[in-house]
């Protein structure tokens, strides 16, 4: 009967590498691991019985991997997780990348050695070497809010391009004709989709190209300020600033406030995803509302389903609806900004 050491010798690595191997954990290079595997057939080695029961049984444990918790945005979502999760038995456990590729590389490694059952990954950019390094250690994945471009895997989203459509076509309902896209970067998905789905927002009426113009930057209030104070220098002014994210709005309205000016009558403001209640007085920005919190629900679902071996085997895509809702940081573009009478008028929620 053939031994680890024997298998570590016909591969030409050490025993550790092939435990590791057998066991998922820690990290092996691809043609490591199908040299172990290959040399486990060739000798037809079987694992350890309670070795392998060790690897397989279920640590009622997930891993939920966002970008940045403290975006209103995430914790709602993190909460829809955490519930699912709880009515299951499951508990959660919580990673925080900063959009850094490289801390959730490390976080990704960290918890395949720690065995958690599965993982939700909202990844920092487009997910393939993420998802892939888990597919090769047979961890379910869901990924969550972002797409994935041609490729076969889990995704609970919404139509990013689709809302930023319906948003900027709002804008231009309204009247305005020199907006400025402040997104977040080109390499995620969603400040991808947010642009593309303005631009076709601009062609779909017949306007120039030049009604928008784009500033890329990062998904925060540091970023949205200094994309505002960069649209703001622009002569002619925008009459209106169309905000990738909610952070992108906060840092842009501080960036207004700065320079003295008054949303909405000298700027308007809209903005992807809504700030919660209870984090304001008053709901002030036009929002493309995400369902973040049934978001959350549905990846749990789907990966326990995963985890169970139910629902279908194809890999599935589940787009959630967005709502626009309109609130007092929009109105109708105003000749002389405060100074006029119509530039006070506001939009009245429908």
Excluded: W
């Amino acid at each position: 009967m053939s031994t680890i050491g024997d298998v570590a010798r016909r591969a030409g690595v050490s025993a550790m590498t092939v435990s590791r191997v057998i066991n998922n954990s820690g990290y092996i290079s691809a043609e490591t691991r199908e040299r172990v595997e290959r040399a486990i057939a060739e000798l037809g080695y079987v694992p350890n019985a309670l070795a392998r029961s060790l690897r397989f049984k279920q640590t009622k444990t997930i891993a939920l991997v966002l970008t940045d918790i403290t975006n209103p945005f995430f914790t709602t979502l993190a909460r829809g997780v955490e519930d699912t999760a709880s009515e299951h038995g499951f508990s959660v456990m919580f990673c925080n990348t900063d959009e850094s590729p490289e801390e959730e590389a490390n976080y990704l490694n960290v918890l395949v050695q720690k065995q958690v059952d599965g993982v939700l990954l909202v990844p920092a950019q487009y997910a393939s070497e993420s998802v892939l390094f888990l597919k090769e250690r047979q961890v379910p994945v869901v990924v969550i809010d972002r797409r994935m471009p041609d490729m076969p895997f889990d995704t609970v989203r919404c139509d990013s391009e689709q809302g930023a459509y319906e948003l900027v076509g709002y804008l231009l309902e309204l009247g305005h004709r020199r907006i400025a896209v402040l997104s977040g970067p080109p390499t995620v998905s969603t400040a991808a989709d947010r642009v593309a789905g303005a631009a076709r927002a601009v062609a779909s009426a017949g306007l120039p190209e030049d009604v928008l113009t784009f500033f890329t930057g990062s998904y925060s209030v540091r970023g949205g300020y200094e994309l505002c104070r960069q649209a703001l220098a622009l002569t002619p002014r925008p009459t209106a600033l169309f905000a990738a994210n909610n952070f992108i709005a906060i840092g842009a309205m501080r960036a207004v406030r700065e320079a003295g000016l008054n949303v909405p009558c000298d700027v308007s403001i809209a903005t992807f995803d809504d700030v919660p209640e209870s984090m304001v007085i008053e709901p002030f920005f036009t929002v493309m509302s995400q369902p973040a919190y049934d978001m959350g629900r549905q990846a749990t679902e789907l990966l326990l389903q995963r985890l169970l071996g139910e629902g279908p085997q194809e890999p599935q895509e589940i787009l959630l609806p967005t709502e626009l809702i309109v609130r007092r940081s929009t109105a109708r573009p105003a000749p002389d900004g405060c100074g006029d009478a119509a530039g006070l008028h506001e939009v009245q929620t429908g």
